[in-house]
């Protein structure tokens, strides 16, 4: 395994720029946030304009990126595929499909995405509706060589408040995915910190989709005891804010609660070898490059001693 970082945290500083910095302070691989470049989410990106991308710009991040030691791990675009409003759902689907051809450019083996989730619709008819949407998407990736892979957050809130936003978030929700999408290249960006959010075993179910899981990410998670015992499990329902998210929060990785020791045995007795990428979202450690810089390094200073 090797540690890399998902761009999107450092803001506009340029690509080149990131890398750089990134292989100066011991990071062997970069997740490129590949937004639209017009959009409004917290935490993405736009390095590079995917749906005007050549061969000639992918060449020359190609070569930068092998001078300075770093590979891509894979493209991010999370967003919501199953929304509601289906123009806006096209675009988005079709957004991802050039993402998936900037990771071809590029020679990049994945792509990242949410699933996502029509609000107007039951769990049952959404994971209809996800068959479709994703049977298509899968094979358009398939056909390319380029697997999808889906990051387990549940984006509690995103389109109502109180509620999952995806689909996606559980074993028990996987295990419907893959049935109904079965293709040998679709599988997880496998992130622990929404696991141990949820009061979930983030280490067990490695082995049951350790065939599943192409791509990591580092996120901590720290949960606070007695705020579960005030909130309980529905978390805070009043007066949300950064400074009071409810009865967690996330963490760069070492300053939260997740067993990051016993969860990277456990890839590596499935035979992972891949990235860990340092997603960073922990609200201590933002409001400046030089913060979110700080935390980053943190980050890596306490996983490379376990890889």
């Excluded at 020359?60 to 894979?74: D, H, P, R």
């Excluded at 141990?196 to 005891?225: C, G, N, Q, S, W």
Aim: a negative charge.
């Amino acid at each position: 395994m090797y540690i890399g970082l998902l761009t999107g945290c450092l803001g506009g500083i340029p690509l080149k720029e990131k890398a750089r910095w990134a292989s100066v302070h011991g990071f062997k691989s970069l997740e490129l946030a590949c937004w639209p470049r017009t959009n409004s989410r917290d935490y993405s990106g736009s390095e590079i304009d995917v749906a005007n991308f050549t061969q000639e710009e992918a060449e020359k991040i190609k070569a930068y990126f092998n001078e300075y030691g770093l590979t891509i791990s894979s493209i991010a675009y999370y967003d919501n595929n199953l929304h509601r409003d289906l123009t806006i759902r096209s675009n988005i689907n079709k957004h991802f499909k050039k993402c998936v051809d900037a990771a071809v450019l590029l020679g990049v083996p994945a792509v990242g995405t949410f699933v996502g989730r029509n609000i107007d619709k039951s769990l049952e008819e959404n994971f209809d509706e996800f068959e479709v949407v994703f049977g298509d998407l899968v094979k358009y990736a398939q056909e390319r060589d380029i697997k999808v892979i889906i990051e387990n957050c549940p984006m509690i809130g995103w389109q109502v408040a109180g509620m999952p936003g995806t689909i996606s978030f559980t074993p028990e929700l996987w295990r419907e995915m893959f049935k109904r999408v079965p293709n040998k290249n679709f599988g997880l960006n496998y992130d622990p910190s929404h696991m141990h959010a949820l009061l979930m075993d983030y280490i067990t179910p490695v082995k049951e989709f350790k065939d599943r899981i192409f791509h990591v990410h580092a996120k901590d998670t720290e949960v606070f005891k007695e705020n579960l015992k005030t909130y309980g499990v529905f978390n805070k329902q009043l007066n949300i804010s950064s400074e009071d998210f409810g009865y967690w929060r996330y963490r760069m990785p070492g300053l939260g609660q997740v067993d990051w020791k016993s969860l990277f045995k456990e890839l590596t007795d499935v035979g992972y070898a891949g990235v860990v990428s340092i997603e960073h979202e922990d609200p201590l450690y933002e409001g400046s490059a030089e913060k979110v810089k700080e935390g980053l390094q943190i980050g890596i200073d306490y996983l490379q001693k376990l890889i």
